[in-house]
């Protein structure tokens, strides 16, 4: 049987009774926009983020875009930021007329590289923009230091339940943390949904009010926002689907190490690049590297064993078309673009069976 990359079907039926049950109440009380639900969601949300404040917002794209201009971000400011995410990392700052600053990564983690930020010159540089890919919670410990007054907004998107070293929650150690609810993400959403944490109450006020266009009372604005409200439907469904968060993620460790003692059995880990999991890693991604130019090779012959994988990213940043202008060119981040080059993403999902594992590691070993 073919392997799916995600298969949402799979997720825990109690569950899904509870997101339609949830979703259902909203459709007979009609209150669609904001609301009980939102508050309700906001309120059961905070414990997990440590008690920080909690606004839920439209996606994780306007997360990050909402968060930029509680900021104050805006044209002649400079975000520091990674060469390697998902395009909405750097997309974001050039929406709000900033100029985005990319320092390379850091290979086990895929996260900024430390060093690289210390060689990075502070002037003009409102925001510094760190991603936790792939559900590995870096150490901000350095960031924060180099920082020093200038906030730091986490982009949490794929590390909601993760922590840092010092076992502080993704999100709540910088200024802001931004976290998608995209459906395939550990908690997803039925849809587009996100939020922002912030431990600031003069932040989350604010936040509150850019996301319904800056008003202060009924159409009176004290500045401008943006339609950034996450639905009172989104809203009660990842309510009804918080109390299974552990267990999804615990799910995605769970087959994350099943990948890691499958491959060290098979003797792959000497021949491909495998991740660390640990207990703090949420296991968004079980994301390898395949070198020597050997990466899409090994995708085709995984494909037509009919095992789904994918390449999260194939492009770093600075060589997309729509930042030329930066003045970038190939070299100039090597090992986000090594990473470009070599990773692959395989199912990791909750609801992954033994035997599709099993599948997925065998043809990698008559592949590489």
Not at 41 to 67: C, N, R
Not at 170 to 190: D, M, R
Not at 248 to 277: E, F, K, M, Q, V
């Given at each position: 049987m073919p392997v799916p990359l995600v298969d949402l079907s799979r997720l825990p039926e109690e569950r899904d009774h509870a997101i339609r049950e949830a979703v259902l109440?909203?459709?007979?009380h009609r209150r669609y926009i904001l609301?009980?639900?939102?508050?309700?969601?906001?309120?059961?949300?905070?414990?997990?983020?440590?008690?920080?404040?909690?606004?839920?917002?439209?996606?994780?794209?306007?997360?990050?875009?909402?968060?930029l201009m509680a900021l104050g971000v805006g044209r002649g400011d400079r975000v520091v930021t990674t060469p390697f995410?998902?395009?909405?990392?750097?997309?974001?700052?050039?929406?709000?007329?900033?100029?985005?600053?990319?320092?390379?990564?850091?290979?086990?983690?895929?996260g900024l590289d430390p060093e690289g930020l210390g060689k990075i010159p502070q002037d003009g540089v409102s925001a510094v923009l760190p991603v936790h890919l792939f559900g590995d919670v870096a150490d901000l410990s350095s960031f924060l230091d180099w920082a020093g007054d200038i906030p730091v907004l986490e982009d949490a998107a794929q590390a909601i339940g993760g922590r840092d070293p010092a076992g502080r929650v993704a999100g709540t150690i910088g200024t802001l943390g931004a976290f998608s609810f995209f459906p395939t993400k550990n908690l997803?959403?039925?849809?587009?949904?996100?939020?922002?944490?912030t431990r600031s109450s003069e932040f989350a006020d604010q936040l509150r009010r850019l996301r319904s266009h800056g008003q202060t009372d009924r159409y009176r604005h004290g500045e401008v926002g943006g339609n950034f409200r996450l639905d009172a439907v989104q809203?009660?469904?990842?309510?009804?689907?918080?109390?299974?968060?552990e267990f999804l993620t615990d799910s995605r460790r769970s087959?994350?190490?099943?990948?890691?003692?499958?491959?060290?059995?098979?003797?792959?880990?000497?021949?491909?690049?495998?991740?660390?999991?640990?207990?703090?890693?949420t296991a968004h991604q079980f994301v390898i590297r395949i070198p020597d130019g050997r990466r899409d090779a090994v995708r085709e012959g995984l494909k037509e064993r009919e095992v789904a994988s994918e390449i999260y990213y194939p492009l770093p940043f600075h060589l997309q078309p729509c930042f030329a202008a930066l003045?970038?060119?190939?070299?100039?981040?090597?090992?986000?673009?090594?990473?470009?080059?070599?990773?692959?993403?395989?199912?990791?999902?909750?609801?992954?069976?033994?035997?599709?594992?099993?599948?997925?590691?065998?043809?990698?070993?008559?592949?590489?």
């Amino acid at each position: 049987m073919p392997v799916p990359l995600v298969d949402l079907s799979r997720l825990p039926e109690e569950r899904d009774h509870a997101i339609r049950e949830a979703v259902l109440r909203v459709l007979d009380h009609r209150r669609y926009i904001l609301g009980p639900e939102v508050e309700a969601f906001e309120a059961a949300m905070a414990p997990v983020v440590d008690g920080a404040h909690v606004i839920g917002v439209s996606s994780g794209t306007d997360a990050l875009l909402i968060a930029l201009m509680a900021l104050g971000v805006g044209r002649g400011d400079r975000v520091v930021t990674t060469p390697f995410s998902f395009f909405a990392t750097a997309g974001v700052v050039s929406r709000l007329g900033a100029t985005p600053v990319f320092v390379d990564i850091e290979p086990r983690s895929f996260g900024l590289d430390p060093e690289g930020l210390g060689k990075i010159p502070q002037d003009g540089v409102s925001a510094v923009l760190p991603v936790h890919l792939f559900g590995d919670v870096a150490d901000l410990s350095s960031f924060l230091d180099w920082a020093g007054d200038i906030p730091v907004l986490e982009d949490a998107a794929q590390a909601i339940g993760g922590r840092d070293p010092a076992g502080r929650v993704a999100g709540t150690i910088g200024t802001l943390g931004a976290f998608s609810f995209f459906p395939t993400k550990n908690l997803g959403a039925c849809g587009d949904a996100g939020m922002v944490v912030t431990r600031s109450s003069e932040f989350a006020d604010q936040l509150r009010r850019l996301r319904s266009h800056g008003q202060t009372d009924r159409y009176r604005h004290g500045e401008v926002g943006g339609n950034f409200r996450l639905d009172a439907v989104q809203a009660a469904a990842l309510a009804a689907s918080l109390p299974w968060l552990e267990f999804l993620t615990d799910s995605r460790r769970s087959n994350a190490r099943g990948y890691l003692d499958r491959c060290g059995a098979r003797g792959l880990d000497g021949r491909i690049g495998l991740p660390w999991i640990h207990d703090r890693h949420t296991a968004h991604q079980f994301v390898i590297r395949i070198p020597d130019g050997r990466r899409d090779a090994v995708r085709e012959g995984l494909k037509e064993r009919e095992v789904a994988s994918e390449i999260y990213y194939p492009l770093p940043f600075h060589l997309q078309p729509c930042f030329a202008a930066l003045g970038h060119g190939p070299g100039d981040f090597p090992e986000a673009e090594r990473a470009a080059d070599e990773v692959l993403a395989l199912p990791v999902f909750p609801g992954l069976r033994p035997g599709e594992l099993d599948a997925v590691v065998e043809a990698l070993d008559d592949l590489v």
